[in-house]
């Protein structure tokens, strides 16, 4: 139940005003190393690779790139929203004010979700100057975009919770996801792996979400787009209930 | 009289074992000033951060205004504005989206002419587009307090709004302090100024060790408590109390130049005139003489020493 509308709004432009005043940071950067990526991956070493299920190999990257970024930007920015009043000590205001959890989680994440939406097309649309792409299915394609975003920022909210410093919020982000997001197809169809690997890689849940995302795109995932949601699905929830867990006890937000 | 905040058997025990707040029963009424007084680690935070909510409380209940702080958590925080200790601001905000945050964050729609006329209050206004980083630490406290009163709260709790700040603003402060309960608005302020809580204040509580030791009328209790002196300025130095008034509580001072006599002003036989007329009889004369009546500090140090000793 919406209580208190105003409070969310107040939370969500304050988190949309920071983006803006480090505007080079939360979307320049992004946009520089995705365009990198596409040098590196696109023209260097994508002129002398296959194309792999029909697509050419510089199109294929695309989802796995927009997929990488939306991972560690959606964490990002949920987890420096949420973490950087702890660590200031305005988080007092937010504890004091008659916001429910719900509302706290939908505008810090909401903030934090649009962010990485406006980057994923950004990069989508950066990526369209070098690459041909395709979107076979365009409606597939903006639900994976929110639900990821969303997904994300909830884990990002859950790390800005849980980190005491400032290491602590890269942790996650750097050691697990972004060596996870390589290793989940980002860049090669798991169907090139020999076995066991192929099969190994299957219990990596980021291979779920690049392969639904990948799909939108061209049609062909590595695996079904019904795993690739219900995948998408289960790890929001997990997320929520974390985050419910974090409120009701008051995690490291509430003494 | 109207009670806006009842706590009853309120308390704070965290994870390792400290309470910080021992079961505590205290009411609030409409329109006073209400000042929390002790030392560091007393308690007075652990008391304001329970009844904002920013710390769950581990015994009790608190109700503001007839709302449970747990239950109807809106209504209650809706009525209540919190300026805290420490200087925390958002320091790349400005003055202006500051306030506005703060507002909107509590529930209300968009008033700018509400927040121009507070800024002003508050000599705030030429700085409205003044990032908070670029203000003095006066300056910040003010941004403090526009941000509690941005949503017209019927309760202001001031924790120690006056530390590190110039007499200046001081002034200032009180000065507002008071205009603000002229317009009706409930204050609790904790304060290490002791002088603050006797300039302002209606009510006195005082806190150590996490107990709330008493609460009283202020006039009351320096009335019950205050004890006067009487300082008598000797005509020749003595070398020690002569013991024939040993039953009188006197103390030598100056290098036995003054002699104090301290007595209990509300008694019917305060022992003046019969001190004077046996120093007198002993041949001992006075140029001057004066009497002060103690002042809250001295009540305070006097309550918080015998809390400590127990």
Known sequence: ?255 | MTSVIVAEGLGKTYASGLEALKPTDLTINKGEIFALLGPNGAGKTTFISLVCGIVSPTAGKVSVEGFDIVADYRQARNRIGLVPQELTTDAFETVWATTRFSRGLFGKAKDDAYLEQLLKDLSLWDKKTTKIMHLSGGMKRRVLIAKALSHEPDILFLDEPTAGVDVELRRDMWAMVRKLRERGVTIILTTHYIEEAEEMADRVGVIAKGRLILVEDKTTLMKKLGRKTLTLNLQEPLSAVPADLSDYDLTLKAEGQELEYSFDANREETGVPDLLRRLSDAGIGFKDLNTRQSSLEDIFVGLVHEERAA
Not at chain 1, 87 to 99: M, N
């Open chain 1, 1 to 255: 139940m919406i209580g208190n509308p105003y409070g969310i709004w107040a939370i969500y432009r304050f988190e949309m005003a920071r983006a803006l005043r480090t505007l080079w940071q939360s979307l320049v950067t992004p946009v520089i190393t995705t365009s990198l990526y596409f040098v590196v991956f696109g023209a260097a070493i994508g002129s002398g690779m296959q194309e792999i299920d029909g697509v050419e190999y510089g199109a294929f990257i695309v989802p796995g790139l927009i997929m990488l970024s939306l991972f560690t930007q959606s964490i990002f920015n949920a987890s420096f929203g949420i973490y950087f009043p702890k660590f200031t000590g305005t988080i007092y205001e937010i504890l004091s004010a008659p916001v429910s959890a719900m509302e706290i989680v939908i505008a810090y994440v909401g903030a934090a979700a649009t962010k990485s939406i406006a980057l994923g097309l950004i990069i989508l649309a950066t990526a369209a100057l070098f690459v041909p792409i395709r979107i076979e299915h365009p409606l597939m394609m903006a639900l994976f975009l929110v639900l990821t975003a969303v997904t994300f920022s909830l884990f990002g909210f859950i790390i800005g919770v849980w980190a005491q410093g400032f290491e602590q919020l890269q942790f996650i982000p750097m050691l697990i996801v972004t060596p996870l997001t390589f290793l989940g197809g980002s860049f090669y169809s798991i169907s090139m792996l020999p076995e066991p690997w192929r099969t190994i890689t299957l219990f990596n849940p980021v291979v779920y979400l690049i392969s639904g995302f990948r799909w939108s795109f061209y049609g062909t995932g590595d695996v079904g787009v019904v795993w690739s949601l219900l995948a998408t699905f289960g790890f929001m929830i997990t997320c929520l209930v974390a985050i419910a867990w974090i409120f009701r006890t008051g995690y490291r937000l509430k003494a």
